[in-house]
């Protein structure tokens, strides 16, 4: 199937958006059937389908479908929970996370040079082969008045790192320089955030980015973002090596897991 025939080409790792069909099969499959791959956060429970047409802080309405589950390492997936149509999903979604997991190790690897340090260093702080992938998949349907709305609200992504894909409706943008800036549209190109847990752990030297999405009046914006997080037992705080008395730790050390809890429950790090 696919609605971007003209973007698969050469580099199948960074080209294929290899839950199109599966967002298609979930996202706009019939109400019911959604709800039978409904998450249910109050369990703790993300997996599946979720919605967030709700209102936050600013009145602004949120204005995205979702869908999330784990790709990585195998001892946490749930096939059960992948969408089942197209039948081709899981073989594709396979494939997709064994190339992430290679950009991943290559990032991670070029990160830690990038602070003085051996390439495998981060790597191992995020739980070496333990290292969790996770999908979600965004879908920003039409919006009428899309001025009242956000598709994601200014966050950084809790993550190490994010890697990102949307399709070709414009909407991310990154807080810089004081403002909002458009990230532009690169056909075949794989969008790469710096999350929490790299910015605690570079001590600062690496700095999340803050974004947000927009949605569009017209056309369906679609992103599929694959977060790259330690395991949830797993203990970030500043590198010892990065850490003396001219460069005090500027964060506090903490399990992932408290890390999360208090990011949705919005209580200071
Ligand atoms: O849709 C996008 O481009 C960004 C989505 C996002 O920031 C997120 O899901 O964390
Ligand atoms: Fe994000």
């Given at each position: ?89 899981r ?64 966050h950084?992504?809790m993550?190490?790192l ?33 999350g ?18 927009l ?19 797993t203990?970030i ?33």
């Open positions: 199937m696919g609605i971007f025939p003209s973007h698969r080409s050469q580099d199948r790792t960074v080209v294929d958006r290899p839950a199109e069909g599966g967002w298609r099969g979930i996202l706009q499959a019939p109400q019911k059937e959604k709800e039978s791959y409904a998450n249910d956060p109050s369990t703790g429970s993300f997996e599946g389908y979720g919605t967030k047409m709700t209102r936050n802080l600013d009145e602004k309405v949120e204005w995205v479908d979702y869908y999330f589950h784990f790709m990585s390492p195998p001892s946490r997936v749930n096939l059960d929970i992948w969408p089942k149509n197209p039948p081709s999903y073989g594709v979604t396979v494939e997709y996370n064994g190339e992430l997991l290679k950009i991943t190790n290559k990032l991670l690897e070029l990160l830690s040079e990038g602070l003085g340090l051996e390439g495998k260093v981060l790597k191992s702080c995020l739980g070496g082969d333990g290292i969790e992938l996770e999908m979600k998949i965004n879908m920003y349907p039409p919006c009428p008045q899309p001025q009242l709305a956000l598709g994601v609200e200014p950084t992504d993550s190490a994010t890697l990102l894909v949307p399709n070709d409706v414009p909407g991310l943008q990154v807080w810089k320089d004081d403002n909002w800036v458009a990230v532009e549209y690169f056909p075949n190109a794989l969008f790469v955030h710096v929490d847990q790299i910015e605690v752990l570079s001590n600062g030297k690496y700095k999340s980015v803050l974004h947000r999405s949605v569009s009046k017209e056309r369906m914006r679609m992103s599929w973002a694959v977060f790259v997080v330690p395991p949830h037992e203990v705080g500043p590198l010892p090596e990065l850490i003396d008395e001219k460069n005090p730790a500027k964060y506090s050390t903490k399990t992932y897991a408290e890390y999360r809890y208090r990011k949705f429950n919005k209580i200071p790090q």
